[in-house]
């Protein structure tokens, strides 16, 4: 007899639910060795109920009335993201983006290591950046089998955005974070995710407007009742 999967367990994660398993596993941190719905959904804004759906797809964790283990939902969670092994990278265009996100230790943490620095700029070439020398764009794909890496970062300006993505797919790499503000085109095989944080900046003004009107202060009246104030 087949045995029976666990109800949830084949599910296909969203884009959004993948994002809340990152902010679940941030939330999973800071808290004690059980974890309940109720904690990950006010950690996260999100109800009980889609903190239960999400998890619910990774298969049968929690157990009522106890929560979920902390440790052992952790690796659930690193293991549906893909971050249960480290990834190598590169990174392509070494100005002060590619020189901030090199000092940010958070990468290596999670597991994710830059391992090349490449850049088209004759005065960077053969310059050392935490550690790395920079090489020339022409040489990566011939570095990239030495250097075993996957994932590539680009933080060229938008107009050689497009042709540093097609010498990353060219060069086997199968995984690109861009931050320049465009759009790429990728070959099948190849995903891309794009940080332009202009478009956070929109997004946060959207928010903004959109907001719920600030809540009213109660303050003592002169007729001895209560009266609302809008706060300033």
Same mark, same amino acid.
């Given at each position: 007899m087949r045995k029976k999967k666990p109800a949830g367990a084949d599910a296909k994660l969203?884009?959004?639910?993948?994002q809340r398993l990152s902010q679940y596993l941030r939330c999973l941190a800071v808290v004690g060795p059980t974890a309940s719905s109720a904690d990950l959904a006010r950690s996260v804004g999100v109800s /009980?109920? @889609? #903190?239960?759906?999400d998890l &619910?797809?990774?298969g049968h964790l929690g157990q009522r009335g106890v929560g979920y283990d902390v440790t052992a939902l952790a690796a659930a969670l690193r293991k549906t993201l893909g971050i249960d092994r480290p990834w190598r990278a590169v990174l392509a265009g070494v100005g002060n983006l590619a020189r901030a996100l090199l000092r940010y230790r958070g990468f290596r943490q999670h597991g994710f290591e830059i391992v &090349?620095?490449?850049d088209a700029d004759p005065a960077k070439? &053969?310059?050392t950046v935490d550690g790395l020398t920079v090489e020339p764009i022409g040489r990566l794909a011939a570095r990239a089998t030495d250097l075993r890496v996957e994932l590539g970062v680009i933080t060229v300006p938008a107009d050689a955005a497009q042709e #540093?993505? /097609?010498q990353f797919?060219?060069?086997g790499i199968v995984g690109i974070l861009n931050f320049a503000p465009v759009l790429l085109r990728t070959p099948a095989g190849v995903v891309a995710v794009t940080v332009d944080l202009t #478009?956070?900046?929109? @997004?946060l003004a959207f928010l903004v407007t959109r907001r719920e009107p600030t809540a009213p202060e109660l303050r003592p009246s002169a007729r001895g009742g209560l009266e609302g104030r809008r706060s300033r």
């Open positions: 969203s884009r959004a639910a993948a /009980d109920a @889609q #903190v239960r759906r &619910g797809a990774l &090349g620095l490449f070439i &053969g310059t #540093v993505a /097609d797919s060219a060069a #478009v956070q900046f929109e @997004q």
